[in-house]
């Protein structure tokens, strides 16, 4: 099962870069939680499969030529660790941070669980310090 597992985080991610989280319920529970650490707003959450695709939707509302590169993949048992990176230009508000129109790539690691053939778990951490100084938001 490691190698479709391995599939399905991949695609997944790239539905993010595509702006198509309406066809992720083809691969995620729908108990799926999303632990975000740091989230884009501060601190830690964990967020339902409709908050998650909220947050898509927001993103993608914010940002625009938004680019999903995976760099690494290894899958063990029923779990993925997925390396990534995205490019994306800030073109509208993103939660507190007004546009700025500047571009900005980051990187982070997604751990994704499986259980019964679908996603029911995925642990995200990801640079906000590269996110947030390429926009000049930060110093």
């Known amino acids: 099962m490691s190698a479709n597992h391995k599939a399905t985080s991949k695609k997944l991610l790239e539905l993010w ?3 198509t989280p309406h066809e992720a319920s083809d691969y995620l529970s729908a108990n799926y939680k999303n632990h975000q650490m740091p989230d ?6 964990t967020e339902t499969l ?9 993103f993608h509302n914010s940002f625009s030529d938004v680019k999903m590169e995976i760099l ?3 899958a063990e048992g029923d779990y993925v660790c997925t390396r ?8 509208g508000k993103f ?3 007004e546009a700025t129109n500047k571009t900005s790539n980051w ?4 751990t994704d669980r499986y259980e019964g053939g679908k996603m029911v778990e ?8 590269s996110f947030l100084e390429e926009l000049g938001l930060i110093q």
């Open 107 to 110: 990187t982070g690691t997604h």
């Open 17 to 19: 870069g595509d702006n």
């Open 95 to 97: 939660m507190q941070y």
């Open 50 to 58: 409709e908050e998650w695709q909220d947050l898509v939707k927001e």
């Open 72 to 74: 690494l993949q290894v």
């Open 40 to 45: 884009a707003s501060g601190g830690t959450s």
């Open 122 to 129: 995925s642990w995200v951490d990801w640079d906000k310090y």
């Open 84 to 91: 990534w990176r995205v490019t994306a230009t800030h073109t």
